[in-house]
């Protein structure tokens, strides 16, 4: 979080984390002008995603374009298996997030664990499979598998064997991610510079800035002449009392 949300072209600071999971996608509601950014690799699936056959449904409202859909992710780090689960989530689907000792399924925004499902059974009732674990000796059993599921590998080590895999019937498989990756860290490069970068939102920025320092100027000005006000008020008793004063010594002396 020593990195600005102003900055963060990876999407991971404190605000853009903590409005991924409560599925906030503006920063400046209600205006909703400047979308959130989004962590480069989980973005990079749900983008490789939207273009494969049976995973997204365009014609259905936002939020609901995956309504309908099971994914299973095998990964639940901080960088890549935690957003992508919420943002998946986020668009309707049922997602099941795997690690090496827990099963939890996202939903609706909520998370809750699963005690009575396995990998296994996870894996052959799921639409989608997203593998992300980064070690060389796992593998994904294919007969896991069902005809016409979508596997998309994040890891940079191959979780599934290639060629058994696409002896299954209508299966679509993404065997890496990380060019489509590199694309998403540019788009967020982009969108920061737009929200907060660009030309016109500096002069806005400055023109703001200059508008707070008018209202303390003014505000300061109505107290300097205030404090003005209650001086002259003083000073007028002050001389009013003195002339009382020698207006009576003079009329004594008569």
């Not at 997602?95 to 664990?113: A, E, M, P, T």
Request: charged share 25%; aromatic share 8%; hydrophobic share 35%.
């Amino acid at each position: 979080d020593s990195v600005s949300y102003k900055r963060d072209v990876e999407g991971l600071c404190h605000m853009y984390r903590t409005n991924l999971y409560k599925n906030v996608r503006y920063l400046d509601y209600p205006s909703n002008t400047q979308k959130c950014v989004l962590p480069c690799t989980a973005l990079s699936v749900v983008k490789i995603l939207e273009t494969c056959p049976g995973c997204y449904d365009k014609s259905k409202p936002i939020g609901k374009h995956m309504e309908g859909r099971i994914v299973t992710v095998i990964n639940r780090s901080e960088i890549v298996g935690r957003p992508l689960a919420a943002m998946l989530a986020n668009d309707g689907a049922d997602v099941y997030s795997v690690d090496i000792n827990s099963i939890y399924l996202f939903r609706h925004g909520r998370l809750s664990k699963v005690e009575d499902e396995s990998v296994e059974s996870l894996v052959r009732k799921s639409n989608i499979v997203v593998t992300g674990v980064p070690t060389k000796s796992y593998r994904l059993p294919t007969e896991w598998i069902q005809p016409n599921t979508t596997v998309v590998n994040v890891a940079s080590f191959r979780n599934v064997d290639e060629e058994s895999l696409l002896k299954i019937e209508g299966v679509t498989y993404i065997p890496m991610v990380g060019k489509v990756t590199v694309a998403m860290l540019e788009r967020n490069l982009l969108r920061l510079y737009y929200n907060f970068h660009h030309p016109s939102c500096r002069m806005l920025g400055m023109r703001e800035q200059n508008n707070a320092v008018g209202e303390v100027y003014r505000d300061d000005g109505k107290e300097k002449n205030v404090e003005m006000r209650r001086a002259n008020n003083a000073l007028q008793v002050y001389t009013a009392f003195i002339a009382t004063a020698i207006l009576v010594a003079v009329l004594a002396k008569k």
